[in-house]
């Protein structure tokens, strides 16, 4: 089946609107070419006129939406988070583990394996594996029961056991002593992420020089920056470019203040900010209790806290989180580049998902003028439509 979408304004692969035309076919974009280029008498056409195409967006920090939980190992509740992110504008995602016991992690991460392929909206296309090497000391919505020395071995095993699908594994670097670890694991090919940590600025320099190329939801559960002590959030926004880090950020406006977001934008730069939605189960539901990774979490007004009144993670989708950073003043390609390719580059699926070009998966999103969701593209098939 060929697809023609006509008259919209398309974000090209450098992230310029243009009055652009897409052919998709076989589940790609096959071209991109000038209003009326494809007229194919077999191609079905989509009028998109007043409507705007990005690039399908990608998130790669989620642990649940829709009352359904990664942590349930339940491919029913991946399906549910698939077709609840495809109404989101979400093509891609990364199912997110907490901190648990190792058998408890290699039931999840062998359901992710087993669901990737099968799902009616987004795709899994890799494991976030947020804990259980984390510091004792910063576990923010982690379980502390279960938090763990940093062991390559058994990373080693739970990446064998579903195929290969785990992308990010969570590290505090001060519990990897001697970097082992880190080299081990970023040495395999899996991205090493900074997280849930109380290293300084040495100790977080240290770990990008020794292979940590990602750092999880930035400012929350780290070191921050103060002039006489930089802190891991100094650290990375002294040694983004360098290292080529990518760095995630909740844009829910309660994680990060808007003027500490627009200080994150600006330092990063256009190329490595990373949106994550950091999603609970509780996300698109309404305010109750709940239980995320053995905690009980209540939701008050939208924001997810355990009982200590530690905010335990998001409610949000990156569709708001969008519409949030665009209201604070972050300019639209940077916007819209840490939804779509930053993502892809971070996971290593830069090539394959994330832009609008010929050649890549036709994962797309179509948004009205005020960037709300109309439609939704996976593989070339219209997954969601806003009547």
Same mark, same amino acid.
């Not at 009028?47 to 990664?70: E, F, R």
């Not at 739970?158 to 699908?165: F, H, I, N, R, V």
């Given at each position: 089946?060929?697809?023609?979408?006509?008259?919209?304004?398309?974000?090209?692969?450098?992230?310029?609107?243009?009055?652009?035309?897409?052919?998709?076919?076989?589940?790609?974009?096959?071209?991109?070419?000038?209003?009326?280029?494809? +007229?194919?008498?077999?191609?079905?056409?989509v009028?998109?006129?007043?409507?705007?195409?990005?690039?399908?967006?990608?998130?790669?920090?989620?642990?649940?939406?829709?009352?359904?939980?990664?942590?349930?190992?339940?491919?029913?509740?991946?399906? %549910?988070?698939?077709?609840?992110?495809?109404?989101?504008?979400? %093509?891609?995602?990364?199912?997110?583990?907490m901190?648990?016991?190792?058998?408890?992690?290699?039931?999840?991460?062998?359901?992710?394996?087993?669901?990737?392929?099968?799902?009616?909206?987004?795709?899994?296309?890799?494991?976030?594996m947020?804990?259980?090497?984390?510091?004792?000391?910063?576990?923010?919505?982690?379980n502390?029961?279960?938090?763990?020395?940093?062991?390559?071995?058994?990373?080693?095993?739970?990446?064998?056991?579903?195929?290969?699908?785990?992308?990010?594994?969570?590290?505090?670097?001060?519990?990897? %002593?001697?970097?082992?670890?880190?080299? +081990?694991?970023?040495?395999?090919?899996?991205?090493?992420?900074v997280?849930?940590?109380?290293?300084?600025?040495?100790?977080?320099?240290?770990?990008?020089?020794?292979?940590?190329?990602?750092?999880?939801?930035?400012?929350?559960?780290?070191?921050?920056?103060?002039?006489?002590?930089?802190?891991?959030?100094?650290?990375?926004?002294?040694?983004?470019?360098?290292?080529?880090?990518?760095?995630?950020?909740?844009?829910?406006?309660?994680?990060?203040?808007?003027?500490?977001?627009r200080?994150?934008?600006?330092?990063?730069?256009?190329?490595?900010?990373?949106?994550?939605?950091?999603?609970?189960?509780?996300?698109?539901?309404?305010?109750?209790?709940?239980?995320?990774?053995?905690?009980?979490?209540?939701?008050?007004?939208?924001?997810?806290?355990?009982?200590?009144?530690?905010?335990?993670?998001? %409610?949000?989708?990156?569709?708001?989180?969008?519409?949030?950073?665009?209201?604070?003043?972050?300019?639209?390609?940077?916007?819209?580049?840490?939804?779509?390719?930053?993502?892809?580059?971070?996971?290593?699926?830069?090539?394959?998902?994330?832009?609008?070009c010929?050649?890549?998966?036709?994962?797309?999103?179509?948004?009205?003028?005020?960037?709300?969701v109309?439609?939704?593209?996976?593989?070339?098939?219209?997954?969601?439509?806003?009547?």
């Open positions: 089946m060929r697809t023609v979408l006509k008259n919209a304004t398309v974000f090209d692969e450098r992230f310029c609107p243009q009055e652009h035309d897409l052919l998709l076919e076989g589940g790609r974009i096959a071209a991109v070419g000038a209003r009326g280029a494809f +007229t194919a008498a077999d191609a079905e056409q009028d998109l006129s007043g409507l705007t195409v990005i690039p399908g967006m990608i998130d790669i920090h989620i642990h649940g939406y829709g009352g359904a939980d990664t942590g349930d190992a339940d491919p029913a509740s991946i399906e %549910t988070m698939s077709a609840r992110l495809a109404q989101h504008g979400v %093509t891609a995602f990364c199912p997110t583990s901190t648990l016991p190792a058998d408890r992690l290699e039931a999840i991460f062998r359901c992710v394996a087993q669901s990737a392929g099968h799902t009616s909206g987004a795709r899994p296309v890799g494991i976030n947020e804990g259980p090497y984390i510091s004792p000391g910063k576990v923010g919505g982690q502390p029961a279960f938090v763990r020395k940093p062991d390559a071995a058994e990373f080693m095993r739970l990446q064998e056991a579903c195929g290969g699908m785990i992308r990010l594994v969570d590290i505090a670097p001060e519990e990897d %002593t001697d970097g082992a670890f880190i080299r +081990t694991v970023s040495g395999s090919g899996t991205v090493v992420s997280a849930h940590t109380g290293a300084d600025y040495d100790a977080a320099c240290a770990a990008f020089a020794a292979g940590c190329r990602h750092v999880t939801h930035l400012y929350n559960a780290m070191s921050g920056l103060n002039h006489r002590s930089p802190g891991v959030v100094g650290a990375v926004f002294d040694k983004a470019q360098e290292y080529g880090l990518h760095a995630e950020l909740i844009c829910d406006g309660k994680h990060i203040h808007p003027a500490a977001l200080i994150a934008f600006a330092q990063l730069g256009r190329d490595r900010s990373v949106i994550v939605s950091d999603a609970l189960s509780a996300a698109g539901t309404s305010d109750g209790r709940m239980v995320s990774g053995g905690l009980p979490v209540v939701v008050r007004d939208g924001v997810a806290y355990l009982d200590s009144g530690v905010i335990a993670g998001s %409610t949000t989708d990156l569709e708001h989180e969008l519409q949030n950073v665009l209201h604070f003043g972050v300019p639209t390609e940077q916007a819209l580049r840490s939804v779509t390719v930053n993502p892809a580059r971070a996971i290593g699926m830069d090539g394959e998902i994330g832009r609008i010929a050649g890549y998966r036709a994962d797309l999103t179509v948004m009205d003028d005020a960037w709300n109309v439609s939704t593209y996976v593989g070339g098939k219209r997954v969601f439509h806003r009547a």
